[in-house]
Nanobody, 125 residues
């Protein structure tokens, strides 16, 4: 069974930074694009960022562009999300997700076949 395990969430003040990590196992990590998706209380899932299988192409939602950076280490089977200049509206449960093979890599229409359990990010003063 594919496993995606997120870590690194927590509470931070506005303007602060957090780094999320996702450890993947039980599949050939380097064969798959990866994404981060978040869900705020009372709202639907929001695509945040994606990275292609080789790590050479990255994609960001408009709300995080310029503040968040996605990266991956295929030797360690990890994907990370560096989040800077955090805002209260970034508060959400952040999920690492694997796009379904053949779906588009990035954007709200991406389909996912596996999700992690999520890690909570709270931005508050």
């Amino acid at each position: 069974e594919v496993q995606l395990v997120e870590s690194g969430g927590g509470m931070v003040q506005p303007g602060g930074s957090l780094r999320l990590s996702c450890a993947a196992s039980v599949f050939t990590f380097s064969d798959h694009d990866m994404s981060w998706v978040r869900q705020a209380p009372g709202k639907g899932p929001e695509w945040v960022s994606s990275i292609n299988k080789g790590g050479g192409s990255t994609y960001y939602g408009d709300s995080v562009k310029g503040r968040f950076t996605i990266s991956r280490d295929n030797a360690k089977n990890t994907v990370s999300l560096q989040m800077n200049s955090l805002k209260p509206e970034d508060t959400a449960l952040y999920y690492c997700a694997r796009p379904r093979p053949g779906t588009i890599v990035a954007g709200p229409d991406t389909e996912y076949d596996y999700w992690g359990q999520g890690t909570q990010v709270t931005v508050s003063s």
